[in-house]
């Protein structure tokens, strides 16, 4: 993963903190909801994506 990668991943995972999101556009694009699910960051349920911490 680069640094860009890592910064863009940042930034979703800060905007999760302060509430749940919807996957797709305007919102959190799926790439990155994918990455932060693997990484047992966020949860994914249906088009909603939480905070797990």
Known sequence: MDEATRRIDAAFLNALRLGPQRI???????????????????????????HAG
């Open 24 to 50: 797709g556009y305007p919102r959190i694009p799926e790439p990155v909801a994918s990455r932060l699910a693997a990484s047992g960051k966020v949860i994914i349920s249906g088009e909603e994506v939480r």
